[in-house]
């Protein structure tokens, strides 16, 4: 059996005392890490806590001057970062900012594939391009930026890749109507768990995280307005915890899937919602 841990009650090298510490098996140190809509929000977030805890950062996003942006903010903050600007949606482009990573630095470990587009209408009036736009973003784009990430980490026998799914891949939000986005989040759950049994025994590792509803600037925006304040009051009722997801709740198991400390997991769906989907 390959990679088998040995245990030998006799030996006396006991495999506990013997591994690195666990928090150095959380470090990042010496890694590289690519974020897809890194520019704002959620992939912002990410970008920052994966370079705090020592990787280099490729920030990837549509809008060029955001992702810009963003790695000059983590360069201020003396972390390495490259900036790409990409539309996930295009599997040429994608294949060219999986390019420019292997150019500047020889490497992918980790890559958290976040981008990600939604709206919210109901299903009898959804016209064909919203649809097609959301799955095309959220579900197309996670695609090809896996293959061509994998195909890099294929080469050195190991990689973590972290897609950014939804708890909406789990449960149908209420009350608004969302239909393309809850699907193209179960497709990219379900996605995860595929390519995490086709390359497990290649050294990659494909996980997801499921963000309950999160204070990103969009969202302080819309529950801002009166539209906005009766859906928070609705979403309040259905999250056990009572509140919002903020930020840095995401940036804990963001790390953990993309650090050593969860070499052994794959084809996990990390939910972090605030116990939304315990009901
Ligand atoms: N905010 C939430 O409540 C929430 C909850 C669950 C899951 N999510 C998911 O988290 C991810 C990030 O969400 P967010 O709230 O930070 O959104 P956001 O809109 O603030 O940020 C998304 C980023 O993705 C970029 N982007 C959009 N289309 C792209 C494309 N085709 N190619 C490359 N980049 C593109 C945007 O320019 C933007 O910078 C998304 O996948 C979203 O579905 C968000």
């Given at each position: 059996m390959r990679n088998q841990p040995s245990y030998d009650?006799?030996?006396?090298?006991?495999p506990v005392l013997a591994a690195r510490p666990i928090l150095e098996r959380f470090g990042l140190t010496g890694r590289t890490a690519l974020v897809t809509g890194?520019?704002?929000g959620i992939g912002r977030a990410i970008a920052f806590a994966l370079g705090q805890a020592g990787a280099a950062v490729a920030v990837a996003d549509i809008a060029g001057a955001k992702a810009t942006a963003v790695a000059e903010e983590l360069r201020a903050h003396g972390i390495t970062a490259l900036a790409i600007q990409v539309d996930v949606t295009d599997p040429a482009g994608v294949n060219a900012m999986i390019g420019r990573v292997r150019e500047s630095w020889g490497t992918l470990t980790i890559a958290v594939n976040n981008a990600g587009v939604s709206t919210w209408e109901d299903s009898e009036k959804l016209s064909d391009e919203q649809w097609r736009r959301v799955l095309d973003v959220n579900l197309n784009g996670v695609f090809w930026c896996c293959r061509a990430e994998a195909a890099l980490m294929l080469e050195a026998g190991y990689g973590k890749i972290v897609n950014t799914a939804s708890m909406s891949g789990t449960i149908v939000n209420r009350p608004q109507n969302q239909s393309a986005y809850n699907t193209s989040k179960a497709g990219v759950i379900h996605l995860t768990r595929s390519l995490a049994a086709e390359w497990a025994d290649r050294g990659i590792r494909v996980n997801s995280i499921s963000p309950g509803y999160t204070m990103t600037r969009l969202l302080a925006e819309l529950v801002a307005t009166p539209e906005g304040k009766d859906k928070l009051d609705h979403w309040m009722d259905l999250i056990p915890m009572r509140r919002l997801c903020s930020?840095?709740?995401?940036?804990g198991g963001v790390v953990y899937l993309a650090g050593e400390a969860s070499d052994m997991v794959t084809g996990h769906d990390l939910v972090i919602d605030g116990g939304y989907c315990c009901w």
């Open positions: 009650p006799a030996a006396t090298a006991d890194a520019g704002q930020l840095t709740d995401l940036q």
